[in-house]
């Protein structure tokens, strides 16, 4: 079974200008989440879909990035426009199951690597 | 608010010698405790859990509530234990929903 798959796998881009992240979940998975981790920092939390609706968002840093996840399935992280701060790898997750309590294991992406100049 | 330190951002240990990662934590309530690996070139993925209280490739990990600890550790360190380990928590409720509070990492270079 394929896993979670990120594209593209490494960006490079101008400050000011616009990116779009992809992130395709294991199939069948309700929970994606978006984290990142900005250079010498931790890996931090960004937000959470149940299927195609935020359940939560409290990471996200500004109104400058936006996700999306079209009828439950991918989802897509853009920032416009990005700055120099936004340079990081950007992570997703993927777990089964309905929201709820009790953990279910996370099965992390290869990762997008942001470079903004 | 949760947070997780791992006080090491570097360990370099002789392959036979054992191993201690350091994580402490806080959290206003009772988190599960995990620890992730990276290996050079690989995704990030989960070694273990406090709740499953299991041993993987060696590794144990005991959750100390009273010192809010939960250290790694490996008797005798092999050469493919080189990577990168982070320890995280998630809250164990719904309004958590599960996300994952990560440390800064510890870098483990077995020679």
């Known amino acids: 079974e394929a896993g979670v798959t990120q594209f593209p796998s490494h960006s490079v881009i101008e400050k000011g200008q616009t990116v779009t992240l992809r992130c395709d979940p294991i199939?069948?998975?309700?929970?994606l989440y978006w984290y990142r981790r900005v250079m010498g920092k931790e890996i931090k939390f960004l937000l959470h879909?149940?299927?195609?609706?935020?359940?939560?968002e409290s990471g996200m840093p500004n109104n400058r990035f936006l996700a999306e996840r079209t009828g439950g399935t991918y989802s897509t992280l853009k920032v416009q426009p990005a700055e120099l701060e936004d340079s990081g790898v950007y992570f997703c997750?993927?777990?089964?199951?309905?929201?709820?309590?009790?953990?279910?294991?996370?099965?992390f992406g290869p990762g997008t690597r942001l470079t903004v100049l | 608010a949760q947070r997780v330190t791992q006080p090491e951002k570097l360990l370099s240990v002789f392959k036979g010698a054992p191993v201690e990662l350091k994580c402490n934590y806080s959290?206003?309530?009772?988190?599960?405790l995990f620890w992730y690996v990276q290996y050079s070139r690989q995704r990030l993925q989960l070694l273990l859990r406090?709740?499953s209280r299991e041993s993987i490739k060696g590794f144990t990990a005991d959750l100390n509530k009273g010192e809010t600890s939960f250290h790694l550790k490996k008797p005798f360190a092999q050469e493919e234990d080189s990577a990168m380990y982070y320890c995280?928590?998630?809250?164990?409720?719904?309004?958590?929903?599960?996300?994952?509070?990560f440390g800064g990492g510890t870098r483990v270079l077995v020679k």
């Open positions: 997750a993927s777990s089964p199951g309905t929201q709820g309590w009790g953990y279910n294991e996370q099965f």
């Open positions: 879909f149940v299927k195609e609706s935020k359940q939560d």
């Open positions: 199939s069948g998975h309700d929970n």
């Open positions: 406090h709740i």
């Open positions: 959290y206003s309530g009772s988190p599960e």
């Open positions: 995280a928590l998630s809250g164990l409720t719904k309004a958590a929903g599960n996300k994952l509070t």
